[in-house]
C-alpha cells in the first residue's frame, strides 16, 4: 500500500484523462472527472457492495448509445476516481499511475455504452 499525497494524486487523475486517445476523447462531452476518497454509502448501496468490496472508479450517466435529442439540456455525466481503494493495490507511485489510467479507461468505456463483458474482452486483446 501506498499513501500520496492528495495533490500529486489529482496530477496523475489528471495526466491519465489526457492520455485518453484522441479518437476516443474528442467525443466525450458534458462529463465531470472528480477524485474522491472512497465510494460513498448511497453509491455503494445502488451497486450492492458488500463491506469487502470496493471501486476503484464510477462511471454514473446515461451512456451515448442511449442518449436521445434531450442530452444538451442533460446534467453531465460524471466520472469518480477513488483514491484509497487505488492506494491500497499499489505498492508504488508508477503503480498508481497504471490503476488509474486502466479505471479511467474503464469508465470511459462505459460512458461509450459498453458493459463490463465488452470491457474485458477489450483488454484482454
Not at 22 to 27: A, C, N, R, V
Not at 77 to 101: G, H, M, N, Y
Amino acid at each position: 500500500m501506498i499513501h500520496i499525497e492528495d495533490e500529486v494524486f489529482e496530477k496523475i487523475v489528471a495526466d491519465g484523462i489526457d492520455a485518453i486517445p484522441e479518437k476516443y476523447g474528442q467525443h466525450i462531452d458534458n462529463v465531470a472527472f472528480v477524485v474522491e476518497d472512497q465510494p460513498s454509502e448511497q453509491q455503494r448501496k445502488k451497486l450492492g457492495l458488500r463491506c469487502h468490496e470496493t471501486l476503484f472508479g464510477l462511471y454514473e450517466g446515461v451512456p451515448l448509445t442511449r442518449k436521445g435529442g434531450n442530452y444538451p439540456y442533460m446534467l453531465p455525466d460524471k466520472i469518480t476516481i477513488f483514491k484509497k481503494p487505488i492506494e491500497a493495490v499499489s505498492q508504488t507511485l508508477e503503480d498508481v499511475r497504471q490503476q488509474v489510467r486502466k479505471t479511467i479507461w474503464h469508465e470511459v468505456a462505459h460512458y461509450f455504452g459498453l458493459d463490463h463483458d465488452q470491457i474485458h474482452a477489450l483488454e484482454s486483446k
